[in-house]
């Protein structure tokens, strides 16, 4: 398929994130045992399988994967480093229920909290991390529901980054797909979520061995995670994927009455996926789709990258042979921009209908450029025209 079809100026963008192309309702059941269901596959968004998707649900620690995301998001940006050191607080190491038993004081690094999050669900290592971000665990969670408005998500609010019980502490099995879809952009997150067992503290007398809540890592070829929840008022919750060939595939069950139920219903789910789908991948994240002109920068030019893996859906043995796309950039910009800053999208259309947007933004920082090299740049045009 040729790249850049053709080019669009747009000063104003709509992002779409997923669409229910693919979902055919009441032709098939897959989770009779939940309260809530959806199947998504990841590049695309497109929904496979839905069921009371957008009905409010305490999420219990699947809240953890809007935690993860901030993480992990500001790792991408320089702001974090999985070496640093984090102090745990008095308040952190205070937390109930699932917890890798931070005292106060105590310090490990980054890439040891998230293990404690991703495979152990610390209730503490999220507020630890929480406060290194943001200050305080308030601090913390109102940047969670920024982000979550950010994605467009309408049914979800965040009281905590933990998922303990609290009121008006909710979300959907939609909203909660969306989350796992934008964590998912890191691919170095599934080899925490993905790892089913590991360890902390190592070398020393207090050595403490982590198990995933997530038993299909183990169990389900493909499946590297993403996070299970569970309190009395939640039931068994989970939100999965699993990686097979090209195609990546999430799920997520809500209100399961047991383990075992919301394992099978999650495993048939993936199995359904697999069998009547495939994914045919176009572009990998940070991949340079288009180039485009920039006022008053220290350089003339940025690259627009892809946000994502972006790919194209369709029924198992189906083509992308007709697929067109565009690229449509906002206009008259000038410096300066950051890195990660969306400057259009990217929009691919099977039969003149769109299959898929998707977000393109800034490969570099953008400075604003000084008089004496704007005096200099028209200084050489002039020349030139002359």
């Known amino acids: 398929m040729k790249r850049l079809l053709s080019t669009v100026a747009l000063s104003t963008?709509?992002?779409?994130?997923?669409?229910?192309?693919?979902?055919?309702?009441?032709?098939?059941?897959?989770?009779?045992?939940?309260?809530?269901?959806?199947?998504?596959?990841?590049?695309?968004?497109?929904?496979?399988?839905d069921k009371n998707s957008d009905e409010k649900l305490p999420p219990a620690s699947m809240t953890k994967i809007m935690t993860m995301l901030l993480i992990m998001e500001e790792i991408d940006k320089g702001q974090l480093k999985m070496d640093e050191k984090v102090r745990t607080s008095e308040h952190a190491a205070s937390m109930g229920g699932s917890q890798i038993f931070l005292e106060p004081g105590e310090e490990m690094t980054v890439h040891e909290?998230?293990?404690?999050?991703?495979?152990?669900?610390?209730?503490?290592?999220?507020?630890?991390?929480?406060?290194?971000?943001?200050?305080?665990?308030?601090?913390?969670?109102?940047?969670?529901?920024?982000?979550?408005?950010?994605?467009?998500?309408?049914?979800?609010a965040f009281q905590n980054p933990t998922g303990l019980p609290e009121k008006d502490h909710y979300s959907t099995a939609h909203d909660m797909a969306v989350m796992a879809k934008e964590l998912l952009k890191f691919e170095g997150i599934t080899k925490y979520t993905g790892q089913y067992e590991d360890y902390l503290r190592q070398d020393t007398s207090k050595k403490f061995w982590l198990v995933n809540t997530n038993r299909l890592v183990k169990f389900y070829k493909g499946v590297d995670g993403v996070k299970t929840g569970f309190t009395n008022e939640a039931k068994y919750c989970l939100t999965a994927t699993a990686k097979k060939g090209n195609m990546r595939v999430i799920a997520v069950i809500m209100g399961a009455p047991t383990p075992?139920?919301?394992?099978?219903?999650?495993?048939?789910?993936?199995?359904?996926?697999?069998?009547?789908?495939?994914?045919?991948?176009?572009?990998?994240?940070?991949?340079?789709?288009a180039k485009m002109k920039i006022s008053k920068g220290n350089s003339k030019n940025l690259n627009l990258v892809t946000s994502e893996p972006i790919s194209v859906l369709t029924k198992k043995g189906?083509?992308?042979?007709?697929?067109?796309?565009?690229?449509?950039?906002?206009?008259?910009?000038?410096?300066?921009?950051?890195?990660?800053?969306?400057?259009?999208?990217l929009i691919l259309k099977k039969d003149n209908k769109i299959v898929v947007e998707s977000p393109l933004v800034a490969e570099s920082d953008i400075e604003q450029a000084r008089w004496w090299t704007l005096f200099k740049r028209v200084l050489g045009d002039f020349s030139k025209s002359g």
């Not at 610390?122 to 982000?147: H, L, Q, T, Y």
């Open 13 to 49: 963008m709509i992002l779409t994130i997923a669409s229910p192309a693919f979902a055919e309702e009441g032709s098939v059941k897959l989770a009779d045992q939940a309260r809530s269901a959806v199947l998504i596959e990841r590049d695309t968004g497109n929904i496979l399988y």
């Open 113 to 156: 909290m998230l293990k404690g999050i991703a495979i152990a669900s610390g209730n503490d290592a999220s507020v630890a991390m929480a406060e290194r971000i943001s200050g305080s665990e308030d601090a913390f969670v109102e940047k969670m529901n920024k982000r979550a408005k950010e994605l467009g998500l309408k049914n979800t």
């Open 318 to 345: 189906g083509s992308v042979k007709d697929v067109t796309q565009e690229v449509v950039m906002k206009q008259n910009l000038q410096a300066p921009l950051k890195k990660g800053d969306e400057l259009g999208k």
């Open 260 to 289: 075992k139920d919301r394992n099978a219903q999650v495993t048939k789910m993936l199995d359904y996926a697999f069998s009547q789908y495939q994914t045919h991948p176009l572009f990998k994240r940070n991949e340079v789709v």
